[in-house]
């Protein structure tokens, strides 16, 4: 079966700080994508960022980034100089590729970046 | 990237009615997928819709509460069916499109059932 942690319910940033939200996984499948969504108030889900378990170098977009560790089955998310626009419901998320394709999401991490 | 309408965004509805939420893709998309999203919950995947023939849906929801159509590969309805409050949530459309790992998301439609 496959597990996605997120152990942070809330994380506090102070603006221009960079800051890391946690994400750990648990899968018996050698293929498979780890993915970062950002949620705000609204509602809609943005995506962010991928990684896929074959991939040698970990994923950069923009200022987001994935610190990817396949032996310790962790996906932490970077955000670098962090905005007053970045605060949201942030969630990590995981996709088996012999499964049916759907993503397996963990609870989330509201971070609140601070002026 | 594809771009997803949903409609509505919104609405209030009274129990025991029913609710029919469009999902609306730019692009031709391999999978498409629906999700729950209960208040202060994480997302939770109700079934995943094909196209042509019945919906696969995952343990705990059927097809007689959550029909879903997928007339064609842009084109996906899913119905919320004899509401009640308990079925308030958000409910988003995910697409995976031909070329790409990534899953994208509908805008959401936020539902609350009086």
């Known amino acids: 079966a496959q597990k996605i942690t997120q152990t942070q319910p809330g994380m506090f940033v102070q603006e221009k700080e960079a800051v890391t939200l946690d994400c750990t996984y648990d899968t018996s499948d050698p293929s498979y994508g780890l993915f970062w969504y950002k949620q705000p108030s609204s509602g809609e889900m943005i995506f962010l960022i991928y990684q896929g378990s074959y991939d040698q170098q970990n994923a950069t977009e923009g200022r987001y980034s994935l610190n990817f560790q396949k032996a310790r089955k962790s996906a932490n998310l970077v955000i670098s100089a962090s905005q007053l626009g970045d605060s949201a419901m942030y969630f990590c998320a995981m996709r088996v590729r012999g499964g049916a394709n759907n993503l397996f999401f963990g609870t989330g991490t509201r971070l609140t970046v601070i002026p | 990237s594809a771009v997803i309408s949903q409609k509505p965004s919104r609405d209030i509805c009274q129990r025991g009615t029913s609710l029919t939420i469009q999902c609306q893709v730019d692009?031709?998309?391999?999978?498409m997928f629906w999700y729950r999203q209960q208040p202060g919950q994480s997302l939770t995947l109700i079934a995943t819709?094909?196209?042509?023939?019945?919906?696969?849906?995952e343990s705990g929801f059927v097809i007689d509460k959550f029909p879903i159509s997928r007339p064609n590969l842009t084109f996906s309805t899913l119905t919320v069916s004899n509401m009640s409050p308990e079925d308030s949530s958000i409910y988003l459309c995910?697409?995976?499109?031909?070329?790409?790992?990534?899953?994208?998301f509908g805008p959401g439609t936020r539902l609350t059932v009086l």
């Open positions: 995910s697409v995976e499109t031909r070329d790409t790992d990534t899953q994208y």
């Open positions: 692009s031709q998309v391999t999978m």
């Open positions: 819709a094909n196209q042509g023939s019945e919906a696969t849906y």
